[in-house]
């Protein structure tokens, strides 16, 4: 099984945040938080990747479905994967108008620190798989 480790997790977040502006998290596709632009939330549990991981399909949370995932903020959950399987689930919190554009320039950032990109985020973004 592929795993992604804590420092590749870390570079993914602080590549992305540099570049982005918004805070992003790495999840297990157990849904634990292994790196975060907020080092208080690494080790919480986020449902919404749990939901990502489980379903291999990204999710948006906003005001319409928030109340489905406590503690969860407004913003795209995408899955990573490495051939078929889901290594992690990245978070960009914001609201819908500005993470879209966020999520297609975070696929690259993942690749270079080691992780392949999503083919959700490049379906949705210039970035080639």
Do not use: Y
């Not at 297990?28 to 291999?56: F, K, W």
């Not at 914001?94 to 083919?119: D, I, K």
């Amino acid at each position: 099984m592929i795993t992604l480790d804590h420092a590749t997790a870390q570079r993914i977040v602080d590549r992305a945040m540099q570049v982005i502006g918004h805070s992003v998290n790495v999840m297990t596709p157990d849904g634990i938080i292994i790196a975060s632009g907020d080092p208080l939330r690494v080790g919480e549990v986020h449902q919404g990747a749990r939901h990502v991981a489980l379903r291999g399909e990204p999710l948006a949370v906003d005001a319409d479905n928030a109340e489905q995932f406590p503690g969860v903020r407004h913003g795209v959950n995408v899955p990573i994967t490495a051939g078929h399987q889901i290594v992690a689930v990245v978070g960009i919190s914001g609201e819908p108008a500005s993470w879209l554009a966020a999520a297609g320039t975070v696929a690259p950032l993942a690749s270079a620190a080691g992780a392949p990109p999503s083919p959700f985020v490049c379906a949705h973004s210039a970035c080639v798989s």
